[in-house]
T-cell receptor
Framework: EAGVAQSPRYKIIEKRQSVAFWCNPISGHATLYWYQQILGQGPKLLIQ????????DSQLPKDRFSAERLKGVDSTLKIQPAKLEDSAVYLC???????????FGPGTRLTVL | QKEVEQDPGPLSVPEGAIVSLNCTYS??????FMWYRQYSRKGPELLMY????GNKEDGRFTAQVDKSSKYISLFIRDSQPSDSATYLCAMTEGGYNKLIFGAGTRLAVHP
């Protein structure tokens, strides 16, 4: 079974630029999550999708972050404009319906200069 | 106060040692408890999953949950250099409630 795929693996941008990350979850997984992991901290949930719909985006900074999951499969997370404090690893995870266990992708390491 | 507290370490042990990793939490509604292992520059991978209080064993790993004390532990027996990683505890109330992670404990097992 293929795991969660993410791209790019690394991205370096300057502040005020925009950036987008892509995630393809494990086939058949209804729930998709985006997390932000700052160095030395645990992952923090940004947004959770159940199929096409948003279940929880309470910790998403909506003035600069946006995410979509078209057709209930893959998803993109965008930051526009980026700030220095957005430097982190952005992790995507997915889980089967009605399960709490989450399967993580390798993450995208973002550096904002 | 954070919802989940975890000592960041680092913890350095010799090969073959028994390792104890711990987390405390404040939300008594948490019912599902997990341990993830995260190697450097990789995503977290699920190691152990337990529901409510009690023990669960899987090979060299044992997870313990004490809901009355709001305390969970992961024990690693006969630790190996390949166990060197960051260990993250995580917990949730269940349903559509989000997973809350600890900050992670860095473990180094030296030969």
């Amino acid at each position: 079974e293929a795991g969660v795929a993410q791209s790019p693996r690394y991205k370096i941008i300057e502040k005020r630029q925009s950036v987008a990350f892509w995630c393809n979850p494990i086939s058949g997984h209804a729930t998709l999550y985006w997390y932000q992991q700052i160095l030395g901290q645990g992952p923090k949930l940004l947004i959770q999708f159940q199929n096409n719909g948003v279940v929880d985006d309470s910790q998403l900074p909506k003035d600069r972050f946006s995410a979509e999951r078209l057709k209930g499969v893959d998803s993109t997370l965008k930051i526009q404009p980026a700030k220095l404090e957005d430097s982190a690893v952005y992790l995507c995870a997915s889980s089967p319906e009605q399960e709490d266990t989450q399967y993580f992708g390798p993450g995208t390491r973002l550096t904002v200069l | 106060q954070k919802e989940v507290e975890q000592d960041p370490g680092p913890l350095s042990v010799p090969e073959g040692a028994i390792v104890s990793l711990n987390c405390t939490y404040s939300n008594s509604a948490f019912q599902y408890f997990m341990w993830y292992r995260q190697y450097s520059r990789k995503g977290p991978e699920l190691l152990m999953y337990t529901y409510s209080s009690g023990n669960k064993e899987d090979g060299r790993f044992t997870a313990q949950v004490d809901k009355s004390s709001k305390y969970i532990s992961l024990f690693i027996r006969d630790s190996q250099p390949s166990d060197s990683a960051t260990y993250l505890c995580a917990m949730t109330e269940g349903g559509y409630n989000k997973l809350i992670f600890g900050a992670g404990t860095r473990l180094a097992v030296h030969p």
